[in-house]
C-alpha cells in the first residue's frame, strides 16, 4: 500500500465531511462477535475503524476499555488475531479506513518491521500507540513510511511549543485528546476544548480527530465543527459489555449486534 492508496489519506482529502471513527477491543467479547460489529459500524457510517489489541497494562485507558482487554485476553487474543481480523474484514468488502490501536510492548515483540509489513499486507491503514512518545518513535515511522502506513500521534492540552512539535510531524490524522487522563466516558467536555484544538489546527497540515470522553450525539455535534473527525471509544465500549451475553451466543448475537449498531448509527448521523 502507498501514501496514495492508503484510504485515510483518501478519506480526509475532502475535509469538507467530518469523518467518525469508532473504537472497539479486538476479541471482546469474542472474534466472531467483533467481526459482526465492525462490519455494522461501517454500515451505520463509521468512515475509519479503531481496532484496540488487548493488552494486559493499558495505562492510557480507563476502567471500561481495560475490562473489555481483560475480557479479550482471558482467551489469548493477540496482535495476530487483529491482524486476521483486519484480513477477514477486507476480504468481507469493508473499505472503511483500520487503524490498530496497541501499546508499544506488543508490536516490540512482535518486531517493528515485521508487524508494519504485516499490518500493510493483511489490509490495515495505520497504528495509534499511545504510550510511543515522537522522541522515540523514529523505527516506527521509518517502518510505517516504508509500507505506505501511517503511525498517528496522539497530542494533548500542553504547551504551545509540544503542540508544535507533535504537529510538525503527524500524519495521517492527529489524535486530539479533549481531556488529560485516562479514556472513558464523561458527562461534561473541558470548556477550553475549542481553544485548544484551535491551537492543534494551527500547528499542522493532517487533519484532526477529537476523542476521550466524547459518547453522546450531543457531544458528537458540539465538537464537530473544531476538528476534522471525532473518536468515541468508552461509550461503544459499554454498550458492548451491556450486551456481552447476548453477543456470545449466536442466536442472540444479531439482536445485540442491531442495538449497537442504532447506537453508532445515533452518533454518526451527528456530524452530518
Not at 517493528?112 to 516506527?140: K, Y
Amino acid at each position: 500500500m502507498t501514501a496514495a492508496t492508503n484510504r485515510i489519506d483518501r478519506l480526509f482529502a475532502d475535509r469538507s465531511r467530518k469523518r467518525f471513527i469508532p473504537f472497539i477491543t479486538v476479541g471482546d467479547p469474542t472474534l466472531e462477535a467483533t467481526f459482526q460489529l465492525v462490519t455494522a459500524m461501517v454500515e451505520a457510517g463509521a468512515d475509519v475503524i479503531e481496532l484496540g489489541v488487548p493488552y494486559s497494562d493499558p495505562l492510557a485507558d480507563g476502567p471500561t476499555i481495560q475490562r473489555a482487554s481483560q475480557r479479550a485476553l482471558q482467551h489469548g487474543v493477540s496482535i495476530a488475531d487483529a491482524l486476521q481480523l483486519v484480513s477477514r474484514l477486507r476480504e468481507s468488502g469493508v473499505e472503511a479506513g483500520i487503524v490498530l490501536f496497541s501499546y508499544f510492548n506488543p508490536v516490540l515483540q512482535y518486531g517493528i518491521e515485521r508487524f508494519f509489513a504485516d499490518l500493510a499486507a493483511h489490509g490495515a491503514d495505520g497504528v495509534v500507540i499511545p504510550d510511543l512518545p515522537i522522541e522515540e518513535n523514529g523505527p516506527a515511522v521509518a517502518a510505517a513510511k516504508q509500507n505506505g502506513l501511517h503511525v498517528i500521534s496522539l497530542v494533548a492540552p500542553t504547551s504551545d511549543t509540544r503542540i508544535q512539535t507533535i504537529g510538525e510531524q503527524a500524519t495521517g490524522f492527529l489524535y486530539c485528546v479533549s481531556s488529560l487522563g485516562v479514556t472513558g466516558a464523561r458527562t461534561d467536555l473541558r470548556e477550553d476544548l475549542a481553544d485548544f484544538l484551535a491551537r492543534v489546527k494551527a500547528s499542522t497540515t493532517a487533519p484532526t480527530a477529537v476523542g476521550f470522553g466524547i459518547s453522546t450525539p450531543e457531544q458528537v455535534r458540539a465538537v464537530a465543527p473544531h476538528a476534522d473527525g471525532v473518536i468515541v471509544g468508552s461509550a461503544i465500549v459499554q454498550q458492548i459489555e451491556q450486551h456481552e451475553d447476548q453477543l456470545k451466543d449466536p442466536a442472540q448475537m444479531p439482536v445485540a449486534v442491531e442495538k449497537i449498531k442504532t447506537f453508532v448509527q445515533q452518533l454518526a448521523s451527528a456530524l452530518q
